[in-house]
């Protein structure tokens, strides 16, 4: 009996404990939408009404603001005490703790607010606007108004700087003055956000003028005075140039001059209408046609200057690598004699001689035109500058190719040096043999040494041949060298296995007085040592020694080590 009271006590405390907190939830969310709405009454809706009254009442003003006054007044007498009589209804579910129907009702609230928020910031921004339009339309239009007297000034004092385009200009400023008129007509009827509009389109119409007031005067310059000039000089340039018998017809020059003189025609007649964007477009084409054409008339001038230095200069260095190849031709007979060369090797004077050939045919043909003078000297040098670089070419081939010849004898002198080191090299292992004092040698050291000699003897064979392959020189030099060196790794090799053997015999004697089993081993491994089997008598020797005393070749090696040492 006692746990089902104590049962329900918790379950009284639990529901106790919800109604509470959801009550107080609600509380608060009641609270926060009261001092939103608060809030909202106290928006500077009125002040900023009261700034419009100081305006012209009158047309556009005048029916914004009955607007926006008739809107406010509808949020302070409807809306807001609507927004009251919820806020008392949702308190009064609150307290019925019909809390479910109390949040759908705060939900509702919630949104009317935001509702009612949205409809006072549109009255608030759309009242900044009207506001900020008439004092931003005072200041800028007297700043427009500024900007048109200085026009006025600037023109009446250099009227001569704009020629015909001046009385236009009078015009587009009059223009203006007949729409700033219209502006202060809007504005005293209180329509000031459409003289905003209008103050808006005045300042772009003045942003062009005055930009065409800047650029006309240096157009007309340009137009009239600096690229027809420009013109005249190309064209009496290109004249004298003609007269001094320079080919200039492929320039097309009078023809390209009078098309520009057209389109300065066309220019003069869009300054007068004011156009400056159509001529700014056409005088850029022309500077850069004008100067294209210096361009091309220096082209010439250079190009004759440095035909008429380096023609002839270039038919003797011509003649030059034709001696040059001659000689080459030659002196490749003579190594033939002493050298194999293959068919590339040998074939490279003929070839170029074939190649100095055809430049001195294409040369001559140069020669003659430019005797007869009928071509562009621009042409012609073109031309020059194609066989120069083929001569550099040449120039190159047949140095590389001298070298290459001079090399050969380079080569067979050290491969004789060579030779000679490698027979050193293989007296001194000799040598180095004997001083050893070895019981014999063994047989794949005696072949060995053969080999080696063999290479050698095939080496100055090759090296003593007449005409001589200096190719096979090296690869049997190579051979030869490969060999001696095997020979040298293994001579060491066998020096030391024949010292590390006959020391191992002497080790093991010792065990032969306290391990009779031992003795047939050694004497094995003795007569493997006389016969020159040095290998199997180490092996013999340590296998012996192995058997009976497990920790002995350690001792061998220590003792060893310390006699190599000494």
């Known amino acids: 009996m006692v746990k089902f009271v104590i049962g329900a006590v918790v379950v009284v405390l639990i529901l106790l404990i919800y109604i509470i907190m959801t009550r107080k939830k609600n509380a608060t969310e009641i609270d926060r939408l009261d001092m939103k709405k608060t809030e909202l009454l106290h928006r500077p809706v009125n002040e900023e009404l009261t700034k419009v009254k100081r305006l012209n009442m009158t047309g556009q003003t005048e029916e914004l603001f009955d607007r926006w006054r008739a809107e406010w007044d509808e949020v302070v007498t409807v809306d807001i005490p609507a927004i009251d009589e919820m806020l008392f209804e949702s308190e009064g579910k609150i307290d019925q703790f019909r809390f479910g129907t109390a949040k759908k009702t705060n939900a509702d609230i919630a949104s009317q607010l935001d509702q009612i928020e949205k409809k006072v910031d549109g009255i608030l921004t759309e009242l900044d606007q009207l506001v900020g339009s008439e004092e931003k339309n005072r200041a800028e239009g007297e700043d427009m108004h500024a900007r048109q007297r200085d026009a006025r000034k600037r023109l009446l004092a250099h009227r001569h700087t704009f020629g015909k385009a001046a009385s236009v200009l009078e015009v ?17 009827d209180g329509n000031y956000l459409e003289a905003r509009e209008l103050l808006m389109e005045i300042q772009v119409e003045m942003d062009k003028i005055q930009h065409k007031m800047e650029r006309i005067p240096v157009l007309m310059t340009e137009v009239n005075h600096i690229l027809p000039a420009q013109l005249n000089e190309i064209e009496n340039g290109y004249k004298e140039m003609k007269q001094d018998g320079y080919l200039l017809d492929h320039l097309q020059i009078e023809k390209e001059s009078a098309g520009l003189k057209e389109d300065l025609i066309r220019c003069r007649d869009f300054l007068v209408k004011t156009e400056v964007e159509e001529t700014e477009l056409i005088v850029t084409d022309a500077r850069d046609s004008i100067e294209f054409f210096y361009d091309l008339l220096e082209k010439e001038v250079i190009a004759r200057h440095n035909v008429m230095k380096d023609e002839g200069q270039t038919g003797l260095i011509i003649d030059e690598i034709r001696g040059y190849n001659s000689d080459l031709i030659e002196e490749t007979d003579v190594v033939k004699q002493s050298y194999q060369l293959d068919e590339e090797e040998s074939s490279v004077p003929r070839h170029l001689e074939e190649e100095i050939y055809h430049l001195e045919k294409q040369y001559e043909i140069l020669h003659g035109r430019i005797v007869e003078e009928k071509t562009a000297y621009s042409f012609l040098y073109d031309e020059l500058k194609d066989i120069q670089a083929r001569i550099n070419e040449m120039k190159k081939e047949q140095e590389g190719f001298t070298a290459f010849l001079q090399t050969l004898r380079k080569d067979e002198i050290e491969a ?136 002995g070749l350690k001792k061998f090696d220590a003792q060893y080590n310390e006699e190599q040492k000494k």
Do not use: W
């Open 172 to 188: 587009q400023l009059d223009v203006l003055t007949g729409r700033f008129e219209k502006f202060a007509d809007l504005t005293e």
């Open 416 to 551: 004789g040096k060579e030779l000679q080191s490698l027979r050193l090299h293989v007296q001194h292992i000799t040598r180095k043999v004997k001083q050893s004092n070895l019981p014999g040698l063994p047989d794949y050291y005696s072949d060995m040494t053969e080999e080696a000699r063999l290479r050698l003897k095939e080496t100055n064979t090759y090296l003593n041949e007449k005409p001589l392959n200096m190719k096979a020189v090296r690869e049997k030099l190579d051979a030869a060298k490969g060999a001696i060196d095997h020979l040298a790794n293994k001579t060491d090799e066998l020096i030391e296995q024949v010292a590390l053997s006959e020391r191992m015999i002497q080790f093991g004697n010792r065990y032969r007085r306290t391990h009779p089993s031992i003795e047939s081993k050694l004497n094995e491994a003795e007569i493997a040592f006389r016969h020159a089997d040095y290998g199997k008598a180490l092996e013999l020797c340590a296998t012996a020694i192995d058997k009976v005393d497990s920790k």
